[in-house]
Nanobody, 121 residues
Framework: QVQLVESGGGLVQPGGSHGLSCAAS????????MNWFRQAPGKQREWVAT???????EYADSVKGRFTISRDNAKKTVYLQMNSLKPDDTAIYYC???????????????WGQGTQVTVSS
C-alpha cells in the first residue's frame, strides 16, 4: 500500500502564492502519474494537475499559467506551486498517485487525506 501525506495548506491572500507538497511512502516499486485534485465547498472534486513519470505536466484550464506541478522521484514527493491565487481556488487539495507496489501486479491508485487552502483577505 501507499501512504500519502500532504502538507502546506493554509490561509493566503488573493494574488498571493503558496506551495503544497505530498510525500509518498510504503512498499513502492514505481510511482507513475502523480496528481492533484481539489474539492471546494458544495462542489464535486475536480482534477487540477498531473505530472507523468516522464515529468510531463498537464493542467486544468482553470489553473493553467498560475499553478506548477513538479516531482522529486528520489524523495517520492509531488509539489504544487500556486501563484496568483483567487478566492475560487479555495478548496481542500488532495494528492493522488498511481503506483506499483510490492505484492500487487496491477497499478494501484491512492489518495492523500487532503489539505485545506483558503484564499481570502
Amino acid at each position: 500500500q501507499v501512504q500519502l501525506v500532504e502538507s502546506g495548506g493554509g490561509l493566503v491572500q488573493p494574488g498571493g502564492s503558496h506551495g503544497l507538497s505530498c510525500a509518498a511512502s510504503g512498499r513502492i516499486l514505481s510511482l507513475n502519474n502523480m496528481n492533484w485534485f481539489r474539492q471546494a465547498p458544495g462542489k464535486q472534486r475536480e482534477w487540477v494537475a498531473t505530472i507523468s513519470i516522464n515529468f510531463e505536466p498537464e493542467y486544468a484550464d482553470s489553473v493553467k499559467g498560475r499553478f506548477t506541478i513538479s516531482r522529486d522521484n528520489a524523495k517520492k514527493t509531488v509539489y504544487l506551486q500556486m501563484n496568483s491565487l483567487k478566492p475560487d481556488d479555495t478548496a481542500i487539495y488532495y494528492c493522488n498517485v498511481d503506483a506499483y507496489t510490492v505484492g500487487r501486479s496491477t497499478l494501484g491508485n491512492y489518495w492523500g487525506q487532503g489539505t485545506q487552502v483558503t484564499v481570502s483577505s
